[in-house]
């Protein structure tokens, strides 16, 4: 990059959000040009961002409590905060939505420990 260009960037990095506002309004009404014409090439690229972005949070969903339905509600216990009573509710009236923005890691761990009881779970 060329000396001056870098001297505009850093001047611009010193501005304020205000200032930088007024800027772009200014560099608009100059130029006669848009910042949103701008903006609309990017939701393309926006795009494969998700792709490469891993989820971080999810949402535990107990789709079917499986045979040995005591099994799955001490394990439901065990991966939740949940009482005998909320728990065996949510076994029975599966499919049951047991964890929402749960934690990836978490997440994990409550799959694997209640399809080890019998259960079939979905995150998403």
């Known amino acids: 990059m060329a000396a001056n260009l870098e001297k505009i960037v850093q001047d611009i990095a010193a501005l304020t959000t205000l200032e930088v ?3 772009v309004k200014s560099l608009e009404t100059t130029f006669g040009v848009s ?3 701008v903006a609309s090439a990017a939701p393309a690229a926006a795009a494969e961002a998700p792709k490469a972005e891993e989820k971080n949070e999810y949402k535990v969903t107990l789709k ?3 045979a040995n339905k005591i099994n799955v509600i001490k394990a439901l216990r065990t991966v939740t905060v949940l009482g005998l009573t909320e ?4 076994v ?4 049951t939505v047991i964890g929402e923005a749960v934690a990836k890691e978490k997440a994990k761990e409550m799959k694997t420990v209640l399809e080890a009881a019998g259960a079939k779970v979905e995150l998403a």
């Open 87 to 90: 728990a065996k509710k949510a």
């Open 92 to 95: 029975e009236e599966a499919p």
């Open 64 to 66: 079917e409590s499986g």
């Open 21 to 23: 506002a007024e800027l």
């Open 35 to 37: 910042a949103a014409a």
